[in-house]
């Protein structure tokens, strides 16, 4: 997204472009003398002749004005995100940019919510798109009673107009111009959510869809998890009636004794394995029975001296998960530890780390977003154990293989493209999403060209404006599209990836 101005009215002629007076020819009689020559004075000899550009001008002239040209534009270029707009001015996109983009309101804001999978294919690149989604409410504090849990159903989501997605059909071009439509069930909480997050149980009859769970970390420092199947199920079978007993929850944690907002549940456990972590810095983990209840450990993992701001297990180590704290650290864990203390600890930032990612693809690639508007990739293979434990004093502070402090505000969310180990999706309290290709290196030829532009790194790709922008999801079904929550839903799929 840019935001160009153009002064055509100012245009004016070339240099050296304008035309010579009109000669001064008295009606003489044809055998006169030789006329004189009105461009005599101006070159007295061939010698003095210099070389014109395709302009009129001398190429060495035109060059040294476009030097300067670009020098003066840096301080004027508009960047969504860091620079203020100006009173009365507004932003819009430009739809050129876009393959498909959708702005959706809900009653009340969401700070978090999760994208579930769904049974309508792989790879889909058809349009109207549909999705389905889980967000928890942030009401007014007057109006906490308002609060609950949305599962809902987007579909309708058209491509933009001029759409070059060969897979659509030319019966679906009529569906461009319509708006998107919103379907939800509403599960009363009476509690803010500050965090989400959707699981999935694989049905042992085929002929049923899985059944998706949802763990809530709240305001009251309570964990609701709950048994979404029949909201969903009722997108698409008319008259289904959720009954009371089905928006209660099937279990609630109440191990904690402080809000948090990290939360994950186990890629690797299909059952159901969840890791909860709050505000004293306390990791906590739930797993799911043969039963399908769930048992809570009471001995928490301990080790970190301030919040838990984000938890995600590994993807490829069943065991194995990592947490993100205000305290500056990402420490990495063994749920098979005896002594409930992280493996490994390092100092990644000198301010609150909020959020991290775990690529699916390079497991050794872990991202995170801090408090500063850095966001960053290290390599856990060369994180190795300190000599001193986990003593603040002895922590090690790894170089990153790659960092960015592109934004001025806090990373509120950062995830890894779910096929494609190069791409990432950033978004900050800037008022922006930003997508990312880590596998961009400009040599210098190359990069002269974004000499107007200051400290805007060539691996960014795209910058989408969100107001309030607080999480955003890749859907794992729907390749390139994206799900970012703020003051309120946006859909998008860029022409960048």
Same mark, same amino acid.
């Given at each position: 997204m840019a935001k160009r101005t153009a002064d055509e009215e100012n245009a004016g002629p070339l240099k050296a472009g304008g035309r010579p007076d009109a000669m001064d020819v008295d009606e003489t009689p044809a055998d006169m003398g030789e006329f004189e020559d009105e461009f005599e004075d101006e070159f007295e000899s061939e010698d003095e002749i210099i070389e014109a550009g395709v302009d009129g001008r001398p190429d060495a002239e035109r060059e040294a004005e476009e030097a300067m040209d670009v020098d003066d534009a840096a301080p004027g270029t508009f960047i969504v995100g860091r620079t203020k707009l100006e009173p009365g001015q507004t932003l819009s996109p430009d739809p050129t940019t876009y393959r498909m983009l959708h702005n959706i309101s809900?009653?009340?804001?969401?700070?978090?919510?999760?994208?579930?999978?769904?049974?309508?294919?792989?790879?889909?690149?058809?349009?109207?798109?549909?999705?389905?989604?889980?967000?928890?409410?942030?009401a007014d504090s007057a109006k906490a009673s308002d609060n609950s849990i949305m599962v809902m159903k987007f579909s309708g989501l058209s491509k933009m107009q001029g759409g070059d997605d060969d897979e659509s059909s030319d019966d679906e071009d009529d569906d461009e111009d319509a708006d998107p439509i919103l379907e939800h069930k509403s599960i009363p909480l009476n509690t803010t959510t500050n965090r989400i997050r959707a699981h999935q149980t694989p049905s042992q009859d085929p002929t049923k869809p899985p059944v998706t769970l949802t763990a809530t970390m709240t305001e009251s420092s309570n964990v609701f998890i709950h048994d979404i199947t029949p909201h969903l199920a009722s997108f698409d079978t008319p008259g289904t009636v959720i009954t009371p007993q089905q928006n209660k929850p099937v279990s609630t944690i109440r191990a904690h004794k402080s809000e948090g907002y990290a939360v994950d549940w186990s890629p690797l456990h299909a059952a159901g394995k969840l890791l909860t972590g709050d505000n004293d810095g306390l990791i906590y983990v739930t797993t799911r029975t043969d039963g399908g209840g769930f048992v809570t450990d009471t001995r928490p993992f301990q080790g970190h001296t301030s919040s838990v701001e984000e938890i995600q297990w590994s993807p490829?180590? #069943?065991?194995?998960?990592?947490?993100?704290?205000? *305290?500056?650290?990402?420490?990495?864990? !063994?749920?098979? =530890? %005896?002594?409930?203390?992280?493996?490994?600890?390092?100092?990644?930032?000198?301010?609150?780390?909020?959020?991290?990612s775990w690529s699916r693809q390079t497991t050794h690639l872990l991202a995170s977003g801090d408090d500063a508007g850095v966001w960053a990739v290290w390599d856990l293979r060369q994180w190795k154990p300190s000599a001193g434990g986990n003593d603040a004093s002895a922590l090690q502070r790894p170089s990153p293989i790659a960092s960015f402090?592109?934004?001025?505000?806090?990373?509120?969310?950062?995830?890894?493209?779910?096929?494609?180990?190069?791409?990432?999706?950033?978004? #900050?309290?800037?008022?922006?999403?930003?997508?990312? *290709?880590?596998?961009?290196?400009?040599? !210098?030829?190359? =990069? %002269?060209?974004?000499?107007?532009?200051?400290?805007?790194?060539?691996?960014?790709?795209?910058?989408?404006?969100?107001?309030q922008a607080k999480e955003v999801h890749w859907h794992p079904q729907i390749p390139g599209t994206l799900v970012a929550t703020g003051e309120e839903f946006s859909v998008f799929r860029t022409i960048s990836v």
């Amino acid at each position: 997204m840019a935001k160009r101005t153009a002064d055509e009215e100012n245009a004016g002629p070339l240099k050296a472009g304008g035309r010579p007076d009109a000669m001064d020819v008295d009606e003489t009689p044809a055998d006169m003398g030789e006329f004189e020559d009105e461009f005599e004075d101006e070159f007295e000899s061939e010698d003095e002749i210099i070389e014109a550009g395709v302009d009129g001008r001398p190429d060495a002239e035109r060059e040294a004005e476009e030097a300067m040209d670009v020098d003066d534009a840096a301080p004027g270029t508009f960047i969504v995100g860091r620079t203020k707009l100006e009173p009365g001015q507004t932003l819009s996109p430009d739809p050129t940019t876009y393959r498909m983009l959708h702005n959706i309101s809900t009653p009340w804001p969401c700070l978090s919510f999760d994208i579930i999978r769904d049974g309508l294919g792989e790879n889909r690149n058809v349009y109207p798109a549909t999705m389905y989604t889980v967000s928890g409410t942030q009401a007014d504090s007057a109006k906490a009673s308002d609060n609950s849990i949305m599962v809902m159903k987007f579909s309708g989501l058209s491509k933009m107009q001029g759409g070059d997605d060969d897979e659509s059909s030319d019966d679906e071009d009529d569906d461009e111009d319509a708006d998107p439509i919103l379907e939800h069930k509403s599960i009363p909480l009476n509690t803010t959510t500050n965090r989400i997050r959707a699981h999935q149980t694989p049905s042992q009859d085929p002929t049923k869809p899985p059944v998706t769970l949802t763990a809530t970390m709240t305001e009251s420092s309570n964990v609701f998890i709950h048994d979404i199947t029949p909201h969903l199920a009722s997108f698409d079978t008319p008259g289904t009636v959720i009954t009371p007993q089905q928006n209660k929850p099937v279990s609630t944690i109440r191990a904690h004794k402080s809000e948090g907002y990290a939360v994950d549940w186990s890629p690797l456990h299909a059952a159901g394995k969840l890791l909860t972590g709050d505000n004293d810095g306390l990791i906590y983990v739930t797993t799911r029975t043969d039963g399908g209840g769930f048992v809570t450990d009471t001995r928490p993992f301990q080790g970190h001296t301030s919040s838990v701001e984000e938890i995600q297990w590994s993807p490829s180590e #069943a065991s194995v998960f990592a947490s993100a704290s205000s *305290d500056g650290t990402i420490r990495v864990w !063994d749920v098979r =530890s %005896k002594g409930r203390k992280p493996a490994l600890s390092m100092q990644v930032s000198n301010v609150d780390v909020n959020v991290m990612s775990w690529s699916r693809q390079t497991t050794h690639l872990l991202a995170s977003g801090d408090d500063a508007g850095v966001w960053a990739v290290w390599d856990l293979r060369q994180w190795k154990p300190s000599a001193g434990g986990n003593d603040a004093s002895a922590l090690q502070r790894p170089s990153p293989i790659a960092s960015f402090n592109f934004h001025k505000e806090q990373i509120t969310s950062v995830e890894w493209h779910p096929t494609d180990d190069s791409i990432v999706a950033v978004s #900050a309290g800037d008022n922006t999403v930003t997508l990312w *290709d880590l596998a961009v290196e400009l040599d !210098d030829e190359e =990069s %002269k060209d974004t000499a107007g532009v200051q400290d805007v790194p060539p691996q960014l790709l795209f910058v989408h404006y969100q107001n309030q922008a607080k999480e955003v999801h890749w859907h794992p079904q729907i390749p390139g599209t994206l799900v970012a929550t703020g003051e309120e839903f946006s859909v998008f799929r860029t022409i960048s990836v």
